[in-house]
């Protein structure tokens, strides 16, 4: 279990940025290092009871930051959750929707550590999220020895393109490899 302090995350900054050190560092073991001329910032809480978290990326774009939803202010499994999933953006951070490979790892990295380091465990209950964790459950090496081969070859998951996962996983089906590379658009 991670040890969470006795104060609300809102009024928490540094365990905040405690807790994003540490997700970074567990999911820079599973999937390689974070983009090298990237910055990670402080994480920040949404002011809008209806905004979902989201990373949102520095005006010069020299790096982003994790902006948790409005629920994360004051429960320590949620914000554990949430900064799980925009962790694994933080790694390749692009402006706009990414694919259903990157959420896809996302979701099982917010899944695994919501499991692995809380006693209130999450999941998605949104269905793209679901149909992207459906999908990378699929890949043939594992969800983080896969998405780590594909970082290596694409740069990011983002960029992996249907030629590369093809030629990185021939036994995966034409049609899955077609629909990670395809675009996540929630709208």
Not at 3 to 16: D, N
Not at 86 to 102: D, K, M, Q, S, W
Not at 113 to 140: G, N, W
């Amino acid at each position: 279990m991670y040890k969470f302090p006795g104060i609300l995350p809102e009024h928490s900054a540094p365990e905040v940025w405690r807790l994003q050190q540490f997700l970074l560092q567990e999911a820079e073991s599973l999937l390689g290092r974070i983009e090298q001329d990237k910055k990670v910032y402080q994480p920040t809480f949404s002011e809008n009871t209806t905004s979902g978290p989201c990373i949102i990326n520095s005006v010069n774009f020299d790096g982003a930051w994790a902006k948790l939803s409005h629920n994360s202010k004051g429960y320590w499994p949620c914000a554990l959750y949430e900064l799980a999933h925009e962790t694994i953006h933080l790694l390749n951070p692009v402006a706009g929707y990414t694919n259903f490979l990157e959420e896809g790892v996302a979701v099982a990295f917010s899944v695994d550590m919501s499991s692995k380091y809380t006693q209130h465990p999450m999941s998605p209950s949104d269905k793209f999220y679901s149909r992207a964790h459906e999908l990378v459950q699929k890949l043939p090496d594992g969800i983080y020895e896969s998405a780590k081969k594909i970082r290596e070859r694409c740069g990011s998951l983002g960029n992996a393109s249907v030629d590369a996962l093809a030629e990185l996983f021939p036994e995966l089906d034409a049609k899955i490899i077609e629909e990670l590379c395809s675009e996540c658009n929630f709208t």
